[in-house]
T-cell receptor, first 113, second 115 residues
Framework: GDSVTQTEGPVTLSEGTSLTVNCSYE??????LFWYVQYPGEGPQLLFK?????EKGSNRGFEATYNKEATSFHLQKASVQESDSAVYYC????????????FGSGTQLTVMP | GGIITQTPKFLIGQEGQKLTLKCQQN?????MYWYRQDSGKGLRLIYYSITENDLQKGDLSEGYDASREKKSSFSLTVTSAQKNEMAVFLC??????????????FGPGTRLTVL
């Protein structure tokens, strides 16, 4: 079945440093890929999505490229801020019709001032 | 835009008690979901519903019932609450379940404590 594997947390960084959260997936079809972010006390919210291979998604300084050959969708940010502290989830939607988003286990990011 | 409302925000119950969580959405989305989130862990799917009166079991359905009587609402029942159970239950909705339309919108969650 479909699966998503992402960087195990927690990750602690200093403000101004760069972030990479690895995400790899397995699926038989060509999925749409998502990154979600969850701030404390809130539900997850969409950071961005990319429906097509070799395209890049971005939002709020975060970006990820849908790499079909490597089956990866790593999240990156050049310079993190304290306000980026949150849990980040990689997810995929399989067009074969499973009617579910397959989520990774989440990566807790803490950014120190 | 739209919003997902979950009630109650905090729920405290006794062991063995039947507890019901409610979710309303005004996106006019067809598909709705219930997830359980334990502290420090990811999202685990309990139930989902493709349309009104439809129910599909997720990986964590044992110990839960669900009801989708209207397009806009989706309820989850904990059939017998377990002592020391502490989790956040998240409701979500999407236009449908596949491709780009599978983007899910989440509510703020109901935090459950069982004494």
């Amino acid at each position: 079945g479909d699966s998503v594997t992402q960087t195990e947390g927690p990750v602690t960084l200093s403000e101004g440093t760069s972030l990479t959260v690895n995400c790899s997936y397995e699926t038989k079809q060509y999925p749409t890929l998502f990154w979600y972010v969850q701030y404390p006390g809130e539900g997850p919210q969409l950071l961005f999505k990319v429906p097509k291979a070799n395209e890049k998604g971005s939002n709020r300084g975060f970006e990820a490229t849908y790499n079909k050959e490597a089956t990866s969708f790593h999240l990156q940010k050049a310079s993190v801020q304290e306000s980026d502290s949150a849990v980040y989830y990689c997810a995929l939607s399989d067009p074969s019709g499973s009617w579910q988003l397959i989520f990774g286990s989440g990566t807790q990011l803490t950014v120190m001032p | 835009g739209g919003i997902i409302t979950q009630t109650p925000k905090f729920l405290i119950g006794q062991e063995g008690q039947k507890l019901t969580l409610k979710c309303q959405q005004n996106f006019n989305h067809d598909t709705m979901y219930w997830y359980r989130q334990d502290s420090g862990k990811g999202l685990r799917l309990i139930y989902y519903s493709i349309t009104e009166n439809d129910l599909q079991k997720g990986d964590l359905s044992e110990g839960y019932d669900a009801s989708r009587e209207k397009k806009s609402s989706f309820s989850l029942t904990v059939t017998s609450a377990q002592k020391n159970e502490m989790a956040v239950f998240l409701c979500a909705s999407s236009i449908e379940g596949t491709g780009v339309y599978a983007e899910q919108f989440f509510g703020p969650g109901t935090r459950l404590t069982v004494l």
